[in-house]
């Protein structure tokens, strides 16, 4: 008898709406939803390990989790860890897009006098990618926090950063200049676990397909 | 006094090599009784024999010049090397040919991923055997394997490399359009597929069909499904598939093969048939291999060929995985 499938579920930004469509694909979700400090829940015939996003790709690689549930730019910047995309949930839709302060030519002035943008982000693998394939030199400086600081205070001369409403760019005095990719929440699976009980993975695939609406 | 060693490389101390002494010689114990020999090549070889078998863009990580200036190579897999020892010492003898090995091989790893650099492998290589026959050959040495590493839950995942290839062929993909679709696959990215499916041209209908299709892995009735597909080149794999396991069941073998339709591997060179080695107690392959005749074809012989090899640190992680387990750890 195996034991029941566990699921990594994004606490974050993504958790609400993970936890909607859990519950619509019929996996009680309310203990996760209450003040309890606990990481690893059971529910309807799972185990439920809550987790940082970026965190999802590493437990599913592993084995340690089945399947999960995480952002693509998680996925993209952790490109090189292995694990089955399942299927698009659609929700926690938002743009990874290279932004520089509004109305300053300094970006662009960057590049043409100096041959190189500084470019302020949490994604480098994704940020490196996109300046490589669009043939131009960047210096990436990688931080962990608010990252349009950056070039308010002079640290670069541009961000690539992830965009849902565009709300703090504007309050930062910041606009879109390209968009990279557009970014939602995937369902993904680990390589062995989806060949061996693909039975019960298909069965969660296609209730998180119709929960989802997809 | 610390004095360490590169990532990816570590001693063995006698403990674990007792037990890893035992794990080999039980497998060649199994390659031998079914007739391979056991072979040893040179770990350095020139890289152009090695570039040779693998490709263009596919080179050895470690690559350096040796005293008279000559660019030599670490070999990162078994396969290559064999295929050149076959064209330079087998190339007049008569057919089949039956090797086995277990050898350290070498490749690049990502920083603290617990990869390693220098990895040992157990594996066979059968040489000019008619195709069927071969394939089922190699299929039944790799259960004996199995069955000598104490691996009860071990699965093999059996598909075929041409399906996917002559599938786009037929839904009308360009050369490039069929690159960037099987990518996606091999990166197991069903998302990616779905789109550079639509991107490529292919009627919404055939894109969930296809969708369907690589999805499809588990006993003889998913063959049955995958024939309603319909496409020419899908029931030509199934009937080869079909093939592989009505001759596997007519012999003691085949209760650990699992069909798979999705099935893709990496490397460039395989065709035919191809499997994967899976146990629930650990998320990572055990192993792999296929059919692979260009290969032999790139060193100048017509001979059909087929093999797999086990990775075995993986081996010794997964029996002591399928042991907690049953302990109900």
Known sequence: MSPPLKLAVPRGALFTETLDVLDGA????????????????????????????????????????????????????????????????????????????????RLAEAQRRLGMMRIATKYPRIAERYFESTGR?????????????????????????????GRTLAENELEVREEIVECTARFVANRVSHKLRSAEIDDLTARLREASGG | MIHPIPPGTRDVLPDEMRELRKLL??????????????????????????????????????????????LLALRSEMTVPIARLVATRYANAEPPLRFCYTAAAFRAVSPQRGQMREFLQAGVE????????????????????????????????????????DLLAELGLEEEEIGSVLKRLAAHDLVGLEAALAAAGVAEERVGASLEL??????????ERAR????????????????????????????????????????GYYNGAIVEVYDPAVGQVLGGGGRYDGLM?????????????????QVEAARLGERRREAGE
Not at chain 1, 46 to 51: K, P, S
């Open chain 2, 25 to 70: 010689s039980d497998l060649i114990e199994v390659f031998e009784a079914k007739g391979y020999g056991q072979v040893a090549t040179p770990a350095l070889e020139y890289d152009e024999v090695l570039t040779r078998g693998r490709g263009r863009g596919d080179n050895s990580a470690y690559r350096f010049f040796d005293e008279g200036g000559e």
């Open chain 1, 137 to 165: 030199q960047v210096e990436l400086v990688e931080v962990k926090g608010s990252v349009e600081l950056a070039p308010l205070v002079g640290l670069g001369d541009g961000i690539v950063d992830l965009v849902a409403t």
């Open chain 1, 26 to 105: 019929g996996v009680d979700t309310a203990e996760l939803r209450g003040d309890s400090r606990s990481l690893i829940f059971e529910a309807s015939g799972l185990t439920l390990v809550t987790m940082r996003p970026s965190d999802v790709p590493t437990y599913v690689e592993s084995g340690a989790a089945d399947v999960g549930i995480t952002g693509k730019d998680v996925l993209l910047e952790q490109s090189d860890r292995v694990v089955y995309e399942l299927l698009d949930l659609g929700f926690g839709r938002c743009r990874m897009v290279l932004a520089a302060r509004t109305g300053n030519d």
């Open chain 2, 228 to 267: 309603e597909h319909g496409a020419a080149a899908v029931v030509q794999a199934v009937d080869r598939l079909q093939g592989i396991g009505e001759a596997l069941r007519s012999r003691p073998g085949g209760h650990r093969v699992q069909f798979d339709l999705g099935l893709m591997r990496d490397l």
């Open chain 2, 126 to 165: 059968l040489i000019g055997a008619p195709v069927a026959e071969g394939t089922v050959e190699v299929i039944e040495v790799l259960e004996a394997a199995l069955d000598a590493a104490g691996l009860d839950q071990a699965v093999i995942g059996l598909g075929d490399a041409d399906l996917h290839r």
């Open chain 2, 214 to 223: 690589v999805k499809l892995r588990g006993g003889e009735d998913v063959l």
């Open chain 2, 297 to 313: 074809r790139r060193f100048g012989l017509g001979f059909s060929a087929a093999g797999f090899a086990l990775s075995l640190e």
